[in-house]
């Protein structure tokens, strides 16, 4: 029972698609436009209005012939002259009229961010630790302290070099007054010449005196300064950090500051872009990490990579909250400057025969064509140069036409307005 089911659906179908297929046309090549074209109803019957076709007419369901709207008594090159030729209607096109303005020129960069500088706070003389007074990602300023070293005797040595400059300068006022008093005395006559120049050596060895006294209390005071150690830039200290009680010699470090303020982008200048990368340009660096920050151009190198031909650059960012950190992988976008160009949007662009991508526009009634380049992408379109100041793109049909072809041409503002109206 099944199997009678299935084949009589089948036979079904069968009746269906051939009842369709009688509705359509039987074509008989090479007889020219309009000709050899038959209903195939009118085949199976043997005549061109049988019942079956004037039924199936009357329902609505059979093809239908219309005339030939070429005459077929033209030759082909004839057919080709009305469509094509001088003769032919104008090709409809429709434009939008643009005007050069000033055109961003920007250079992209790929690189990473870096600290301005990694400096190792040392000790300047040796000593145990005493304090340290920074942790790791501690953030100093100028002239904080890092680390104390043990003082030892340097205190004892200042106390006694401030005696001895207390002594000197005692030594030096007596002096000053016999050299005064013998002045006075050889005024008058009273005094020998031999002893007045006794007192003049006495002086000179006074001051001389005052002077080295002075020069040791100086060391003792900076010796004793050696013991602090202080930030010289500001940063973040980073490893490696002195333990107390450690013991640090002249050069030993005590901490490791890494200068964030300013941060600096390195990335690699294209060779194609290096005769205007300068100094003093003005950027934008976007990090992976959704940071956004301007920055100056303040180095462009002067040699080239052996392997990538580029020239490293640097751009100075601010970083004063130290937000941006060191390593991080960032694009630069180089202000260059602005030079003439035109914004279109990417629709207009086409290729020629010769796969040469540019826009085509009309002048005069004709199709003309302009080989351009884009200079970039944008989210409102693309800047392109190699076009005349003001030129009248074709945004539709520009596939349809070729250079030098007489177009129809219609304004996009137009077709607009009329649609509007």
Known sequence: MRALFSYGLAFVILLLAGGWLATGTFVQGGRGPGEGETPIIAVIEGEEHGPIASALDDAGV??????????PALTIAQRNEATTGSGAPLQSVRTERFTASAMPIEVPLRGRTQAK???????????AVDVVHVTKGERVEVGDPLCTLDQGTRVAAVAQAEAGLAQAEAALA????????????????????????AVEVALAQAKAGVSQAKAGLDNAEAELERTEIVAKVAGLVQDPVAVEGSMLNAGSPCATIVQLNPIVFTGMVPEAHIELAKT??????TTVTGQSVAGEVTYVSAVADNATRAFPAEIEIP??????????TAEAIVNIGTAPGHLLPQSVLTLDDDG??????VEDGVVAFYPITIVSDTREGVWVTGLPLISDVITVGQENVNSGQAVDAGSTEQSAETAAS
């Open 280 to 285: 003093g340009l003005e950027a934008t660096i």
């Open 117 to 127: 500088a990694t400096i190792t706070a040392v000790a300047e003389t040796s000593g």
């Open 174 to 197: 007596q002096a000053q007054l016999n050299f005064d008093t013998n002045a006075d005395l050889r005024d008058r006559g009273l005094a020998a010449a031999n002893t007045a120049n």
């Open 356 to 361: 040469v991508l540019g826009v085509r526009t």
């Open 62 to 71: 059979l093809a239908q012939h219309s005339a030939p709207e070429v005459d």
């Open 319 to 328: 970083n004063e909250d130290f937000a941006i950190r060191d390593g991080v």
